[in-house]
């Protein structure tokens, strides 16, 4: 994220991995509100913002109490009264818990949620690697036609594609359901345990706790040995099978390339199924080759009936703000210049300064932009800052003007100078913009 100018040395400072969000980087972060606000505007998603904290449980529960994010990287505090809370994590376990809570299991499905706002985490601060992050995410609940896993995608690549991202690549893989996916665990540990003595420490402890998590393991020993292991795609059942071909080739109806991860198992305890990633990298990358992604989600069909609700299939994803806001930055992506104002107010004197106090108020009204600088009294300086600005017109309200009730409105490029009476200078101006200014 950006800075003004040279970082001081202040007796406060933010908290490591959080950052100030200046008007420069807000830029970016309201072009990425306003594509995802127009896009689930068509797909018909409603907005939604949860509390920045809930009952740590309901993470805990939800997302997976072995997962890092949990284990490692939560943030939580005891209040007065005794309860455990926890600043969210991530959105979907409170979506979740809002749909129950809220009563939205009533209504006609599938329900289409999508927020926008701050997350934190514990980890490492890194390039792109936050304490405090900004997610948007899409989550559509009760519907488990394959359909709508193949639109989610369609619909974050089309965010990206709106924000001029090129090189998205989809990485795509299917961890199947509870029951085949135990199947599968327990083959990829009796095949882990007999290479055990190569993997690092991490993954001997995931053996024990969560071995699918050794499968992205950065660690190129582990890569090697997992490259020799059982894949979760040939264990999936009938069902699971069937449901990630037609995602897939929902995608190749929708035109969307992809390539197949079967290391690809995410974070989250809450995943069944179809799991996915959008990262932004070079397309002839290797697939272990870590890209930091964009974009993650997938399935998870057990989620709302795991925190007391009905039976509910879901699917949906989450994006990184920040890392899209680095990224377009560092492609150099322009955002439309803002309209800048063509006109500055100047004044002299106390009794022209509060009438140009109230004609600024008009030209806002009138919805014109304008310059001013009512802080400063010398001609010279309010003149010199309109020239900084390469304002098109000055308009000079001095002790004579106020008198006689009058505007002065100078054409900065050729000096030419005509007075209005006060109650028509924001007409006079409206007209001249409109003329001269293509
Ligand atoms: P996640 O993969 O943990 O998934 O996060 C989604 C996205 O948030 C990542 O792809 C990344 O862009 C961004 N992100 C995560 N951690 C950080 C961090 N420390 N600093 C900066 N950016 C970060 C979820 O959160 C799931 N709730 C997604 C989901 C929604 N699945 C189904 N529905």
């Known amino acids: 994220m950006s800075g003004a100018g040279r970082p001081k040395k202040t007796r406060y400072q933010i908290p490591r991995g959080m950052h100030d969000l200046l008007p420069e980087d807000l830029k970016y972060f309201q072009k990425i509100f306003d594509t995802c606000d127009r896009i689930a505007s068509y797909y018909r998603f409603g907005r939604i913002e949860t509390p920045i904290l809930e009952q740590a449980e309901l993470f805990t529960k939800g997302v997976g109490q072995s997962t890092d994010i949990i284990e490692k990287q939560m943030y939580a505090l005891k209040t007065e009264g005794g309860d455990l809370l926890a600043l969210r994590?991530?959105?979907?376990?409170?979506?979740?818990?809002?749909?129950?809570?809220?009563?939205?299991?009533?209504?006609?499905?599938?329900?289409?949620?999508?927020?926008?706002g701050p997350c934190f985490r514990h980890e490492k601060p890194q390039a792109g690697r936050y304490r405090e992050f900004w997610q948007f995410g899409f989550e559509a609940l009760g519907e488990r036609n394959p359909v709508i896993d193949a639109q989610i995608i369609r619909l974050f690549l089309n965010i990206l594609e709106e924000l001029k991202l090129k090189n998205l690549m989809v990485q795509i893989n299917s961890i199947g359901d509870p029951k085949c996916r135990a199947h599968y665990?327990?083959?990829?540990?009796?095949?882990?345990?007999?290479?055990?003595?190569?993997?690092?420490?991490?993954?001997?402890?995931?053996l024990k706790q969560n071995p699918l998590r050794t499968l992205d393991c950065k660690n190129e020993k582990c890569q090697a040995i997992i490259s020799q292991g059982p894949q979760v795609l040939d264990y999936l059942c009938k069902e699971?099978?069937?449901?990630f071909?037609?995602?897939?080739?929902?995608?190749?109806?929708?035109?969307?390339?992809?390539?197949?991860?079967?290391?690809?198992?995410?974070?989250?305890?809450?995943?069944t199924k179809t799991v996915f990633e959008i990262s932004c990298g070079n397309p002839s990358s290797e697939l272990n080759q870590p890209l930091l992604s964009l974009v993650g989600g997938g399935r998870y069909d057990g989620l709302v009936k795991l925190l007391g609700g009905k039976d509910t299939p879901a699917c949906g994803a989450a994006a990184g703000i920040e890392r899209i806001a680095d990224l377009m930055k560092e492609k150099e992506i322009k955002l439309k210049e803002e309209d800048l104002p063509k006109v500055f107010l100047v004044q002299l004197g106390n009794l022209a300064r509060s009438k140009a106090l109230i004609l600024f108020e008009e030209f806002r009204k009138a919805k014109i932009p304008v310059y001013e600088a009512f802080s400063k009294d010398s001609l010279r300086a309010q003149l010199a800052r309109a020239d900084r600005f390469g304002v098109?017109?000055?308009?000079?309200?001095?002790?004579?003007?106020?008198?006689?009730?009058?505007?002065?409105?100078?054409?900065?490029?050729?000096?030419?100078?005509?007075?209005?009476?006060m109650g028509e200078i924001v007409e006079a101006v409206k007209t001249e913009l409109k003329n001269n200014i293509k």
């Not at 540990?189 to 001997?204: M, Y």
């Not at 699971?240 to 449901?243: D, I, K, L, S, W």
Request: glycine fraction near 4%.
């Open 245 to 271: 071909k037609e995602v897939l080739e929902f995608l190749d109806a929708l035109k969307i390339p992809y390539r197949l991860n079967p290391y690809l198992v995410r974070g989250l305890d809450y995943y």
């Open 240 to 243: 699971c099978r069937a449901h």
């Open 89 to 116: 994590p991530e959105y979907t376990a409170s979506v979740a818990r809002a749909f129950i809570e809220k009563g939205m299991e009533v209504l006609s499905k599938p329900v289409k949620l999508w927020y926008f």
């Open 392 to 421: 098109k017109y000055v308009l000079i309200l001095g002790q004579k003007e106020v008198l006689e009730k009058k505007v002065i409105l100078r054409d900065m490029k050729n000096g030419n100078q005509r007075t209005f009476r």
């Open 185 to 206: 665990k327990k083959v990829l540990t009796r095949f882990l345990k007999s290479s055990q003595a190569g993997l690092c420490s991490d993954c001997k402890k995931r």
